[in-house]
């Protein structure tokens, strides 16, 4: 069915702008964001792969792994508000600390 | 078997009291004062030696077929069908080689007192001390194999020990080193001799090896077995071809000379060779080899003291040359008078060297006998002391050397043959002429001193008494063997003879007798001739010409003889020389350029690969996910492709 391949290919589309987001931008909610996005293109896959297959195994993982992001998501702001506040800054070129 | 009760359940006590005063001594010896050290010594070994005494006396009133006490401490190690526990072991054997070697080590360890009375290590030369008893009495009371080799080489690293006593001295260094790695490799045949025995006999305790030993053992094996002890006895009782060891020890201050290198170590082998009689009875061939080894060395050993002029290395030869004869008396299936004349020399022997000790620190260390004489009037109890010494090395009738060498003289006579006996008699000629050439040479004639001796060291008490007694036992120790010839009982032989089996017994009968006295007569006779020709040759005024003389004629043999018959020198290029070249190219070549250029190499690519890759670590995050972004790319690729 051609609506599968679609599906298919929105997920793509949605984790390669993630990825290129990720390795191009400089501010830590943007890299989060694109976090986002990958993992939902991830789930979108999951949902299409579902619809050919009529089992609801994706379905479930899917609601596990929106669930996770939000988790996700309010540790990892509340740790950027805590690195703005000592650093004054979210460009995540400047906290390479922990290096060799 | 009998279980130790009553007194000999105490028998654990013989060694243990010298270890702890060798602990006492290693631990807190240093901040007491010498004379504490010295009480603590003393008494320790004192105490076994009482305790060894009254041993003997309860031993006596026991039955002969119970003497034979078994003392189980722990079982060290069982493993299957092995089990090796400390045990020891009380036989008549045992018996007497402990009451000798604690009594003979207390007057050792007195005169000690005396002789090292103003080294500064005082403390580790009698912790050293101690722990040789202890291992010397652990050696001759093991009930098994095991703790037989356990004081067999705690005894030579005391030796060791002992002999590099002397440490900052190269001469003693290297003589220390000569005899651990000679006795060593003897020792090695002895420790696969142990294993053969386990082998054939599943067991290693002597109460159960050698009781079965004409079941278990072909004779083939038998002669395996009793050759490779023997290679074993050979080596730390300093026999043909492993005695080089011993005259060089004599860098070991004079009082361990006597203790460890003439009355208690270098005897360890004629007792192994006793304790294991059994298994040699069963092979002819290993007996030979005993007597032989034996004879050779006591001829070889006898030669070279003839001529030697360092008077701790004459009686070195001297020991090692006694020390054959007792394997003779081993070899010839006498096993009682060996150890009959094991106790007389430990007497003599100890006392010679002690006397020697005496002389050398009368005259401030000087060991050149040519550079003494006149000595008589200014220690006279070392001269009378050691007169009798020598009288009884030599074999005069009366003193306990006499009974014990014509005990073994008249075995090799019925059991090996008149040829060996004409030997060992102009041997015992030749013992007697160097025992009295040495004495002649420091006791008598004209003084020779080294002109910076202005006054003579008077031995304090400390060293003269145990001198007398040790006289005294020299004077009358024989008189525990006097033979059927003479009307006595010959008591050491009926004592012993339970441990050794009766194949060889000879009995007193009236022919034997005659012949008895016959050969002590001649072997008295060719003693007091060696005797009257080192008087003819050292102190009369006419033979004073006769060894210059003598030495010019026959220049080859002297150098001969004087060299030890070129045995180190041989040794030196066929072995030493070899093994120090291969342990040069080995250090050079292979280790140095092979094995440690691998190693910094391995060690240079590590440090250089640890600046390089740690700077991949860099700390910006959106590197590290473009690693895994490439990553995932390439094992997708991968999947992709295969």
Sequence with gaps: MLAADQYLMVGVVLFGIGVIGFLTRRNVIVL????????????????????????????????????????EIAVALSIVLLVFRNRATLDVDEMEVLKW | MVEATGLFSKLW????????????????????????????????????????????????????EQRHIELCMYNWIPSGDFSAPIDLL??????????MVSGVSFLIHVYSVGYMSRDESFARYFFYLNLFVFFMLLLVLAGNFLVLYIGWEGVGTCSYLLISFLYHKQSAARAGLKAFVVTRFGDFFFTLGIMLVFVQFKSIYFGEVLPRAHEVLTPVMATWIALLIFGGAVGKSAQVPLHTWLPDAMEAPTPVSALIHAATMVTAGVYLVARCYPIFQLSPTAMSTVAVIGLLTAVISATIALVNNDIKRILAYSTVSQLGHMFIGLGVGAPAAAIFHLLTHAFAKALLFLGAGAVIHAL?????????????????????????????????????????????????????GVLLWLIMVVTAGLTAFYCFRLFFNAFLGEKRWDPHVEEVHHPAPVMTIPLMLLAVLAAVGGYMGVPHALGGADRISSFLAPVFPPAHHTDGG???????????????????????????????????????????????????????????????????????????????????????????????????????????????VRWYALFMVAGAVVIMGYLYIF
């Excluded at chain 2, 702890?20 to 007491?32: D, W």
């Excluded at chain 2, 009378?384 to 090799?412: C, H, R, Y």
């Design chain 1, 32 to 71: 989060l964001m694109c976090i986002e996005l990958m993992i939902n293109g991830a789930g979108l896959a999951f949902v299409s792969f579902c619809r050919q297959t009529g089992s609801l195994d994706g379905q479930v993982f899917v609601l596990f792994a929106m669930v996770i992001a939000a988790v």
């Design chain 2, 510 to 620: 009236g022919d034997s007798s005659r012949l008895g006295i016959m050969l002590m007569t001649v072997s008295s006779m060719v003693a007091m001739l060696g005797i009257i020709l080192a008087y003819y040759f050292y102190v009369s005024p006419e033979g004073r010409e006769a060894p210059g003389r003598l030495r010019q004629t026959l220049s080859g043999v002297y150098d001969f003889l004087s060299n030890g018959w070129y045995f180190d020198k041989i040794y030196q290029v066929v072995f030493v020389d070899r093994f120090m070249g291969a342990a040069n190219f080995f250090w050079q070549a292979v280790d140095t350029s092979v094995l440690d250029m691998t190693v910094r190499g391995l060690a240079g690519l590590v440090l250089g690969g640890g600046e390089i890759v740690p700077r991949l670590q860099t700390g910006l």
């Design chain 2, 364 to 416: 401030h260390e000087e060991m050149d006998i040519r550079r003494m004489g006149a000595l008589k009037g200014h220690i006279p109890a070392t001269f009378w002391t050691f007169l009798v010494g020598a009288l009884a090395m030599a074999g005069i009738p009366g003193l306990a050397g006499f009974f014990s060498k014509d005990a073994i003289l008249e075995a090799s006579f019925t059991n090996g």
């Design chain 2, 90 to 99: 009380l036989d008549p054997l045992s018996m007497v080689m402990i009451t």
């Design chain 2, 13 to 64: 006590l013989v060694p243990a009291l010298p270890l702890a005063g060798a602990l006492f001594n290693c631990l807190l010896g240093r901040q007491v004062s010498n004379f504490v050290v010295s009480i603590v010594a003393c008494g320790s070994i004192g105490l076994a030696a009482v305790l060894s005494l009254l041993l003997f006396n309860s031993f006596l009133k026991l039955p002969v």
